[in-house]
């Protein structure tokens, strides 16, 4: 079972180039998530979705966009990357959202020069 | 609307007990725990509901006071493996499904 995969696992940017981070998963989840985490900070909500066809926005979603066509992919993308969206960023997915755990990816460590 | 976790670190030695806690402004449905070792993803530990809530596994159990909007995570006995920061995510009665989580507790375990 793979759980939640995401792809890259590292990527270097160029300022004011874009790019998207992909992520899938197998377990037939309904609520998928992205989150990014600065060094020793904890996680910031970008976007969240409740299922196909339905996408809203988190704490810092400036900079980003995000589209849910199937249950299985919750693609990430950055626009005109800038250096404050250096992070590592997390794709998560739960069952049913607030009563059921959330299965994380193992992340994508972007740096953006 | 982010959660305020406390400590922001601890240092114990193997068999010493710990306290994290976990206390938010707005009126939580929910209280998760995860702990994230160094450089991997973090990995769910355990879910509180509303309504006094206790729960358990091992040595690490949690509580979750609906009144006070807190949630405490207790580490007892610590072992070596226990050493990861240690995160609540926390949410509320909106519609919107969007769990935030507080800034982490670094906690470290020495022989």
């Known amino acids: 079972n793979a759980g939640v995969t995401q792809t890259p696992k590292f990527r270097i940017l160029k300022i004011g180039q874009s790019m998207t981070l992909q992520c899938t998963q197998d377990?037939?989840?309904?609520?998928m998530y992205w989150y990014r985490q600065d060094p020793g900070m904890g996680l910031k909500l970008i976007y969240y979705?409740?299922?196909?066809?339905?996408?809203d926005k988190g704490e810092v979603p400036n900079g980003y966009n995000v589209s849910r066509s199937t249950t299985e992919d919750f693609p990430l993308r950055l626009e005109l990357a800038a250096p404050s969206q250096t992070s590592v960023y997390f794709c998560?997915?739960?069952?049913?959202?607030?009563?059921?755990?959330?299965?994380f990816g193992q992340g994508t460590r972007l740096t953006v020069v | 609307q982010q959660p305020v976790q406390s400590p922001q670190a601890v240092i114990l030695r193997e068999g010493e007990d710990a306290v994290i806690n976990c206390s938010s402004s707005?009126?939580?449905?929910?209280v998760h725990w995860y702990r994230q070792k160094h450089g991997e993803a973090p990995v769910f530990l355990m879910i509180?509901?509303?309504?006094?809530e206790q729960k358990g596994h091992d040595k690490i159990s949690a509580s979750f006071n609906e009144k006070k909007q807190q949630s405490s995570l207790y580490l007892t006995a610590s072992q070596l493996s226990y050493s990861g920061t240690y995160f609540c995510?926390?949410?509320?009665?909106?519609?919107?499904?969007?769990?935030?989580f507080g800034a982490g507790t670094r906690l470290t375990v020495k022989p």
């Open positions: 707005k009126a939580l449905y929910s």
């Open positions: 998560a997915s739960s069952l049913n959202g607030r009563v059921t755990e959330a299965f």
């Open positions: 377990m037939n989840h309904n609520y």
């Open positions: 979705s409740v299922g196909a066809g339905i996408t």
């Open positions: 509180l509901l509303k309504g006094g």
């Open positions: 995510g926390t949410e509320g009665f909106n519609m919107g499904n969007d769990m935030r």
